[in-house]
């Protein structure tokens, strides 16, 4: 016994001490999450751009990043209204009259007030409380607070949640990293990414053998598909929700993205209240919004807010307990959230400046949905739905059967070992569908819109002639 003390000793004293902390013994959950937006191929670009300024010669001369929707890191210029803050407003509702002073954990009084009031002008006046308004670090924070109130259970009565297929990551790692069931709804691909209530029955009814169904997420305007529901689909879904007795989430960032004739935006909470009894009074239901997305773009300041309705008095409670055990979201973003939310009135002297930055910016990128969808069906082995609202387009990709035959024996997803190809030879950086989710042999990566008119252009003229090329290697 004495001599392998003695061996111990001795490697501790040489540093061979193991780590208390590796990845066999790690938590499961987080090895489990999946962000595919910053995933491998992500970091692959950044090591592409560190060659590049480090003089290594490659078949292009810079690596483009249509991976993630940052307007200002693809050269949108910052509205300027939002720039020149109504600080002393904002200042006399801050703690020591300043914006690096901690504010109470739901947020800034004033701040909830005036959200709640932009909810009111948004809904035509149906009202908003804001006792009922979270401020929050981005949508993304809220979304996870919500997300954890629900999670309860084991096995069998483990929480399931209902999330669209394609969907935005966050909610695939979020449900992973709380160990809830992920519950895939497809959203139908022929239709434009309509959403089917039929398919929403499927979905539960199979769930329910090996799970407790309890929330439906729903992204309106869709990401990454970009597709803008009809008020009948949002009815018929707070009735399936109502039916079914499933708490809604409606996560609404891209709500002033809206770009096709014929779609408008309409919030779950007014198609909610308008609906009247029961649906109104009963029905629960969280909104998210943000500041980093719209015309606004500002993903930096990571502010952003969630609206309650119908929820249980002493469940609002614990989610406050919870948001403060953060302390509470970033001032300066809440600041920045004031400003979207109480725009210029046409009385002000900035407005007539704010009106005409904001409809440049919505009609460019109303602009690039139509290129990128044109651009893109024109090419053969490539179709794109139209991209009728947020910033994104999802077009599906024929890949040959050699390709996905090469892909599986590098260990890839056919789509992930396209995107790895076409960023090697053209710098063009995309995100496989495969990290969003897709119906099974079908392919798709997730690109954004926002590049400048002309560099999206030839951004998707070399990804169609690289698609060609690709083919052609493999048939």
Not at 140 to 151: C, F, G, N, P, R
Not at 301 to 325: C, H, I, T, W
Not at 342 to 357: I, L, N, R, V, W
Not at 371 to 387: D, M
Request: with cysteine; proline share 6%; glycine share 8%.
């Amino acid at each position: 016994m004495a001599s392998s003390t003695g061996d111990r000793s001795q490697a501790v004293r040489h540093g061979l001490r193991a780590k208390v902390l590796t990845l066999d013994g790690m938590n499961p959950r987080v090895r489990r999450v999946e962000y595919a937006v910053r995933g491998p191929i992500v970091q692959r670009a950044l090591e592409l751009e560190q060659e590049l300024r480090q003089g290594v010669k490659k078949p292009f001369t810079e690596v483009i990043r249509a991976n993630i929707g940052d307007a200002q890191a693809m050269g949108q210029r910052p509205i300027t209204f939002l720039r020149q803050k109504r600080a002393e407003r904002i200042l006399q509702a801050c703690g020591g009259h300043s914006l690096g002073a901690y504010s109470v954990s739901s947020g800034i009084q004033l701040i909830r007030e005036d959200v709640a009031r932009y909810i009111e002008r948004r809904d035509g006046g149906i009202p908003a409380d804001p006792n009922n308004v979270f401020l929050s670090t981005g949508a993304s924070d809220a979304i996870v607070t919500v997300l954890k109130l629900l999670v309860a259970g084991e096995g069998h009565t483990r929480t399931g949640v209902l999330i669209p297929i394609p969907q935005y990551p966050l909610y695939s790692a979020t449900l992973a990293e709380l160990g809830a069931v992920q519950v895939d709804y497809y959203l139908d691909e022929e239709r434009a990414w309509a959403l089917d209530v039929a398919e929403l029955h499927r979905a539960l009814g199979q769930a329910r053998d090996h799970c407790r169904p309890r929330a439906l997420c729903v992204i309106n305007p869709g990401n990454p598909t970009g597709q803008v529901q009809t008020r009948e689909c949002i009815e018929a879904v707070i009735r399936f929700a109502f039916e079914e007795r499933l708490f809604l989430l409606a996560d609404e960032v891209y709500q002033d993205n809206v770009y096709a004739a014929g779609s408008q935006f309409h919030s779950f909470k007014k198609v909610l209240m308008e609906m009247g009894p029961p649906y109104a009074g009963q029905q629960e239901l969280a909104s998210f919004h943000s500041t980093s997305k719209g015309y606004m773009g500002e993903c930096g300041f990571r502010g952003g807010y969630v609206e309650v309705v119908n929820m249980d008095a002493a469940v609002q409670q614990q989610m406050l307990k919870l948001m403060s055990v953060r302390l509470c979201p970033p001032v300066p973003g809440q600041a920045l959230l004031d400003l979207v939310v109480s725009p210029p009135a046409p009385t002000d002297p900035s407005f007539a400046q704010f009106q005409a930055e904001k409809q440049a910016v919505l009609a460019e990128l109303a602009a690039k949905a139509k290129l990128t969808e044109q651009v893109f069906n024109e090419a053969p082995g490539i179709s794109c739905n139209p991209v009728q609202g947020a910033m994104y387009s999802f077009p599906r990709v024929q890949l040959p059967p050699r390709a996905v035959e090469r892909a599986q024996e590098l260990g890839l997803a056919p789509d992930m070992f396209f995107c790895l190809r076409l960023l090697e030879e053209t710098g063009i950086c995309v995100v496989p569908g495969s990290g969003f989710g897709q119906r099974e042999g079908t392919y798709h990566f997730r690109m954004t819109i926002l590049p400048p008119l002309e560099k999206l252009r030839l951004l998707l003229e070399k990804l169609s002639r690289f698609h060609a090329k690709f083919t052609l290697e493999y048939s």
